[in-house]
């Protein structure tokens, strides 16, 4: 007899569209990366993130993620790499995140969108403040850049 079928927790929200997006892990000389508060409407309001957003159709990851720093936070990235991927579900939507380690960039980064800013070492970044789907990045970090 076959065993019964796995339930995961992503086959509890089929009935969500997926959501490709990107985003960017922009990393000072000091060590420290770049997060982004969640402003206004947004849903979970108040939480930080790494900056980034949605892939368009027909639109490279790469592309995206060049398009929405510019677009969010002011800066023409210039040395970056696909570092994590991470599949996320949240009650009402899933996403499907390519994270970008990004070196090197052009122009100093502002909240073209109202959002706040800070530098953070990887060491120092409360889980809970994050975004549930930027959270699990913190463990690559700490494993991957010496803070």
């Known amino acids: 007899m076959p065993w019964p079928p796995v339930t995961r927790a992503g086959d ?66 210039s040395e970056f790499r696909p570092c994590l991927e991470l599949d996320y579900d949240y009650p009402d939507r899933r996403v499907s995140i390519e994270f970008f380690l990004v070196s090197a960039w052009h122009g100093e980064p502002q909240g073209l969108e109202g959002q706040g800013l800070g530098w953070f070492l990887p060491g120092q970044i409360d889980p809970r403040q994050l975004l549930p789907a930027n959270a699990p990045v913190l463990d690559w970090l700490q494993s991957n850049m010496e803070t």
Not at 19 to 36: C, N, S, T
Not at 41 to 66: Q, R
């Open 12 to 77: 509890l929200h089929t009935e969500h569209e997926r959501f490709r997006v990107v985003a960017g892990i922009l990393v000072d000389p000091q060590g420290r990366v770049l997060l982004a508060e969640r402003v206004g409407d947004h849903s979970l309001a108040g939480l930080w993130e790494f900056p980034g957003g949605k892939i368009a159709a027909e639109e490279s990851s790469a592309t995206a993620l060049e398009r929405e720093l510019a677009e969010e936070i002011g800066v023409r990235i």
